[in-house]
Structure formats: structure tokens, C-alpha cells
């Protein structure tokens, strides 16, 4: 299984746009669009996973700079984020000793 992030995403493109675009490099297993935690609104980029790593990579090579709903895709392999303590991103809340800021 390989997870493709797809970024620069229109907020207009569908979860069955996504899956036809790379249906077309082999199977696809799950189309994700990220969406915003409180509005629900799209967030401008995806996940799609593939069940071959070769056909994901060629997806990858085929749809990255594709144009779609009026916007140049970003498509490249997806890496894991790393996580922190604080489970929001490195230092959020926080000054370079490790502190918390108030102010």
C-alpha cells in the first residue's frame, strides 16, 4: 500500500474526481480530502491510496503538475509527519528554552 499526497487541490474537486484521475495508474483503494476540523471545508489537499507501489509511482509521475479543477497539482509520495509531546507541531506554545509563553 503507498499513501500519495496530493496538494494544491482545488476546494471544488471531488473525492470521485480524485479517484477517477488516478484510477487511470491502477487501483485505488482510498481517496481522502482533508477537511477543516470546524468548518468542514476542504483544506486544499488529499491522500489517495494505492494498493501497487508501481503503479503509485506512476500516478505520481503522471498527475504531479496535471491540471485540475483550474490548479497545478502537487503529487509526491506521502512521508509521516513527525509527532511531538504536545501532539500539535514542533514548539507550539512554546519559547526556544521549552517554556510557555503567556502574553
Known sequence: MTNIFVGNLSFNVTQEELTAAFSQYGNVERVSIVTHRDSGQPRGFAFVEMTERNEA????????????GGRTLNVNEATERP????????????????RSRRW
Open 57 to 68: 509511482n506512476n500516478a505520481i509521475a503522471g498527475l504531479n503538475g496535471a491540471s485540475m
Open 83 to 98: 509527532r511531538t509531546s504536545q501532539g500539535r507541531g514542533a514548539g507550539a506554545g512554546r519559547d526556544d528554552r521549552g
